[in-house]
């Protein structure tokens, strides 16, 4: 008797290894697919960003991904440069009008006070040292420059709902987090102020009722087509337990 093909089960991974940005790479641009909460996260961002006031302005966005930050950038007036490990995300991020490097964010081949802008989206809490991601994203920023960013707190309500809840859910990947690398929102402030950035904080989270909403035509497969087609927006909330935003302007 011939056998059938054998399938291969999918690879085991640490938590936060980078190789799963790999085996995700056809999620990035799907609206309700494993990263759709990033592209939420990355509309509100770039609300963060004003028009550019002269006309070379550069914006650094660490940690880039597929370069979901560049449709909300669009008429701006940035170059907007992407920095990030993951190869295949960069080749998305190219596509989309991203100038794309393959580097570290602790160790970013570009000089400093070269920014008008650093974005940090969702990436403090996925790298081992991120004082040191921190200390860059300063050293790249000219004086006045505007610092933007995003993470999850280093509490125990952000481990619950980030983890054991959040990662049970359809929409976000296993494993895709250590809350060990969750960022204190305090401590994050303090950093920043020691390279000269005054970094303020509010807590944010997806609406409510447009998450159900989102979650039901999901269910019923009935997807939202587009990125920014009735998706949920992210909300100001008065507690940064969870998920905070950050943005503050380097001075000297």
């Known amino acids: 008797m011939r056998n059938g093909p054998v399938s291969t089960p999918p ?28 592209h939420w996260l990355a509309r509100s961002r770039a609300a963060l960003v004003p028009p550019a006031t002269r006309p070379d302005a550069l914006l650094v966005d660490l940690g880039c991904g ?4 560049a449709p909300h950038l ?11 490990l993951t190869r295949s995300a960069l080749a998305q991020a190219a596509a989309h009008g991203v100038t794309v490097v393959n580097g570290d964010a602790t160790a970013v081949p570009l000089v400093d006070g070269c920014a008008d802008v650093v974005a940090a989206g969702e990436l403090l809490e996925h790298v081992p040292d991120w004082r040191r991601v921190v200390a860059e994203a300063c050293r790249l920023l000219r004086p006045g420059g505007l610092l ?15 983890v054991r809840i959040g990662e049970r859910l359809p929409t976000v990947p ?8 969750f960022v204190d929102a305090r401590e994050l402030v303090a950093e920043c102020a020691r390279h000269g950035v005054h970094l303020r904080i509010r807590g944010i989270r997806p ?3 447009g998450t159900l909403a989102w979650l039901v035509r999901r269910a019923r497969g009935r997807p939202s087509g587009t990125v920014d087609g009735r998706q949920p927006r992210m909300k100001p909330t008065r ?8 943005h503050g302007v380097r001075h000297g």
Not at 74 to 84: I, S
Not at 148 to 162: G, H, I, Q, S
Not at 176 to 181: A, K
């Open 66 to 69: 597929a370069g979901l930050l």
């Open 239 to 246: 507690s940064v337990a969870v998920l905070y935003q950050g």
């Open 74 to 84: 669009a008429g701006k007036g940035y170059r907007h440069v992407g920095v990030d």
């Open 207 to 209: 609406s409510l009722r």
């Open 11 to 38: 690879r085991v991974l640490p938590p936060n290894d980078p190789r799963q940005y790999d085996d995700l790479a056809g999620e990035w641009w799907r609206p309700d697919g494993a990263f759709a909460m990033l």
């Open 148 to 162: 933007v960013l995003d993470t999850l707190n280093d509490t125990a309500l952000a481990r619950l709902v980030a």
């Open 174 to 181: 296993r494993g895709i987090h250590d809350p060990r690398l």
